[in-house]
Structure formats: C-alpha cells, structure tokens
C-alpha cells in the first residue's frame, strides 16, 4: 500500500576530510646537561632558533584528529668555556653551536569551536640530526695572565662541524605537546597560532667514553600557519 505518511529526515554524518597547511615560527632550545665536575663549562639556559614545516590532520571525528607534521627544527646552544684563575674568571672560549634537525611529530589534535576553534595536542616525535655549525672566539691565555688595556686578542670562528659516527648519535625522539587556537577566515581557509613542547629522550651522544654525561635538547616554540581542509 502506498501511503502519505511523512519520513522522518536523519541528520547527515560527519564527513571525513583531510587538512594540510604549511606553518613556521620561532624557537627557544634547552640543552639539558649534568654539568657535575665540570665547572669550566658553562651553557646559556635557552638559546634562539626557528623552524618551518608542513602538516597533515586527519579527522575521522569533529572533535578529534590525527596530525602529522614535517618540519625543520634549530636546536642550537650557547657554551663558554670558562679558566677559574686565582682572583677572577676568565672565557677562554665564546661557542654558539647552530643543529639543524628533521622531525616528524604524531600528534592527537582536540578541538573544539566553530569560527574559532581551539586546539590540544600531544604525542611524540622521531626525528634525525641533519647538520652542525659553530662560531666563535677563542681568547688568547697571555691576555688572560697579563690583562692590560687594549690588550685583548682572540680568533674568530665559523665553520661547519663533521659528525663522527662513534660521538654523535644522530637519531631524535621524543614527546611533543601542545595548544593553540584556529580562526577560519574565508571558506576551509584557517590561520593558526600555537606554543609546542618538544622533550628529547635521547642522549646526542653515542656511549663513546667513560663517565660521559648525557645530553638532551628540550625545545619550545611559538608558530603560526595557515591550513586548508579538502
């Protein structure tokens, strides 16, 4: 029997879709170190960087996706390498250390808003050491036994550092999280604004020599970008 009776519309599902985009910004590098007996050396707490990157969220829900991203990252420090004479201190030696590395963070991305949307995310990272670069004084020592005016003489440097594959330890992983906020602009276009946590689990050196201590990178960053949902 063909009757009139009305249906009942069911509302539609969510549609699955992907969003790519492109993000860069600035970075603050902590290289943790157990300085224990070595009070001739001497690191800056943060040193300055940037990075600069892609990445891709999948959205099986609203609420929740799965981001990956690619991205260049400046994990760099700033050591001097101090001589304890008998009334003063002096720097023998000024180095900022310039590490560039390739890391690939998985991330579960909350978030929730419309127009504006606000963003969770945390998971972890793998990543590998690309290049080393340093640059410098190094202050002479008859300076520094004999300080008198306009005296001072050092040597500048700047030069790229080899890896040797018996030190460094090349490969990167960690944990990563972070926050921020998404405002859609035109259509699927956003622009995005957020603070991340990259926590280094690995030591930067290879177990090359006894009574070595470990050397972690710690990194934060503050990024912008824009995304595009397909």
Do not use: C
Not at 174 to 188: C, D, H, K, P, T
Not at 190 to 214: C, F, H, K, T
């Amino acid at each position: 029997m063909t009757g009139d009776s009305a249906t009942t519309p069911t509302p539609a599902p969510h549609t699955t879709h992907w969003t790519l985009g492109v993000l860069g910004g600035y970075g603050r590098n902590y290289h943790q170190i157990d300085m224990s007996y070595m009070s001739d050396m001497k690191y800056d707490k943060f040193t300055s960087g940037s990075t600069f990157g892609i990445r891709a969220t999948y959205n099986p829900w609203k609420w929740i996706g799965i981001r990956a991203d690619v991205v260049l990252i400046e994990k760099n420090y700033h050591m001097d390498h101090v001589s304890h004479l008998e009334y003063r201190d002096d720097i023998i030696t000024q180095t900022t250390t310039n590490n560039l590395y390739l890391n690939v963070p998985l991330l579960l991305d909350f978030s929730f808003g419309r127009r504006v949307r606000v963003h969770l995310s945390g998971g972890g990272y793998v990543g590998y050491w690309l290049s080393s670069h340093r640059k410098g004084k190094s202050y002479s020592m008859t300076y520094m036994l004999y300080p008198q005016e306009g005296s001072v003489s050092y040597n500048e440097f700047d030069e790229d550092v080899p890896f040797n594959e018996k030190r460094d330890n090349r490969l990167d992983a960690g944990f990563a999280w972070g926050g921020g906020l998404s405002v859609r602009i035109w259509n699927e276009l956003r622009v995005s604004a957020e603070a991340r946590w990259y926590y280094g689990v690995l030591d930067i050196q290879n177990d090359y020599m006894r009574n070595l201590n470990p050397r972690y990178n710690t990194t934060f960053t503050l990024q912008g970008g824009v995304t595009w949902s397909l």
